[in-house]
């Protein structure tokens, strides 16, 4: 007994249950996505340690420089360091991000580096360690919303230590076992003087080496603050007086309560395994960026004006991708925190003139589109949304629709001068990517209109943007059947080639965008020509080969080779803006085509491996697809409060709405094709469902 007991304490105090359902945290790889590199991208994630929509994340890096957009790569086989990271995705990069890292024995002036195996490996978003070989140091790290501990197993060594990194720029001092600093990285996106403050406490002295014990046990309490380094130290008080199992085992719950908000039931381990991982990268971003001040309310560093304000912030998503299905999402299961969101983008909107399209943390330019009309208009229409902020929301999206930022071109909109005018961008006036940011603006008109009409604004200005929603009318060619360039003297570009990406297009070709009508897919029917028509186009999507012309880029961007391996035609799920398509068969007489699209891009597109998506996971857009697919319906149309209906992945799902009720779908064998859908009962005549009934605790049956 006595040898049985400590053994099994062990195993219950362990901060890792074993996979079951009623703990889904524990189905989730932080791994998935992590085998990618500059040219091929099978997610382009880094495996955060953090608890939902943290305001810190933690990672291993296994590059050679901190600063490197690729930090963590699956495939590598050196680690050397551990940094606190901000890295919404490669492209945008990091920002005050600093690192420590272990080590035995003399460094010569080197920096440490050491083997390590993914066998040695454990990989959780409330927990990671690993065994650095060239050291004998075992690392571990657990987190929470703006600190971390750490904690390093040593060997015997006289000469053990840690290195502390503020990266370039940066600054740290120590002094006996603590080390204070700041780290001023970044790569835009924020105002003069900012910082991050760290604050790290240790049991051990630092800046110096010290002799340890063979499994000496060394523990790191760590913090940060945008603000100031008072307030770094009011964010320590998160771990101050806590174990790293108490932490862990509190990151641990919190995600199960996050994640638990889905049950699914029925499916593979696998299948569990993907679902539960891709729910985990839809509750990452957009993260914090409030603190709780000393009164205990939010506050905040504002990256738009560079002062210290009052209230909710969050940042480091790009709405391009994000207004598609993660704001929908967070939407339907998670309003609370969108409700957070939209209070922070109200504030951002009284900060300067601009609300921001790619936001990391302040505006940056990336992508086109006005699409943050899109994100505050799904969150009013359900309600999420104070009127006082949704007031001053409404001003700034208008002012948005006129001007656009005077140094980040991704805020407000490029080319308003020619689209308010005639009706679109003109391909042949210097604007590039015209035809996308034509249609995009058109739908993110019609949610000015939806708003403006919940505002009760004159009827001549819900009028106005009504009638500009209609303006991607202006750049379809009934020739084609396409989306295509158009001149300013109203004549279609010439040459033309639907397989062309970028151009007219934002990653993407003619194929690709020219089901971005999101609010008329009717209107963009009858345009081809009617439904068989519309049901042809659809198809040559998948039946057309996956050649492309690459000579807008110059070079075969990865997005093309994504779309290349998947074999599913010029069909390119690995980017965003043809997500949605799949689900355009249900405007058809033949919708099951779209389920048979849909279950296999869930099957063999998405997996819980490192290579587990098919192009960059994108801040939880491409994740959130997965899980509205795999609860069997999408909103192809964020703001219109209706999902198209699909085909559910497993026999049976429920989802906790946050006033207690309870969504159940369920479905009646494997599919995919169901024809017979039921809400409540009631077969459905058309293949969409009312959002708010589903909030309501409905029961929705997939039959045959
Ligand atoms: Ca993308």
Redesign the pocket.
Known sequence: MKRVFPLLLALLTACGNPSSPEHPSTYVSTLVGTQSDYSFSTGNTYPAIAVPWGMNFWTPVTAQREDDGWAYQYEKKTISGFKQTHQPSPWIGDYGAFSIMPYTGALNGGKPVSWFSHKSEEARPYYYSVYLADYDVKVEITPTERAAVLRFTYPENSHSGMTVNPLEGGFVAFEGNTATGYSVFNRGGVPEGFRNYFVIEADVPMGETFATRRGQVVTLRVASSFISPEQALLNLKEVEGRSFDEVCAAAQQRWDDVLGRIRVQGGTDDELRTFYSCLYRSTLFPRKLYEIGEDGKPVHYSPYNGKVEPGYMYGDTGFW?TFRALFPLLNLVYPEVNAEIQAGLANIARENDFLPEWSSPGHRDCMVGNNSASVVADAALQGITSREDLEVLYKAIVHGTENVHPTVGSSGRKGHEYYNTLGYIPYNVGIRENVARTLEYAYDDWCIARLAQLLGRPQEEIDLYQKRSGNWRNVFDKESRLMRGRNADGTFQEPFSPYKWGDAFT?GNAWHYTWSVFHDVPGLREAMGGDASFTEMLDSVFIVPPIYDDSYYGVRIH?ITEMQVANMGNYAH???PAQHMLYLYDWTSEPWKGQQHIRETMERLYSATPDGYC??E?NGQTSAWYIFSALGFYPVCPASGEYAVGTPLFPHAEVTMPGGKTLTITAEGAGPVYNDIRLNGKRLDARFVDIQALKEGAKLEFRK
């Open positions: 991708d990653e997005e690995g980017n965003q192009g960059d994108d």
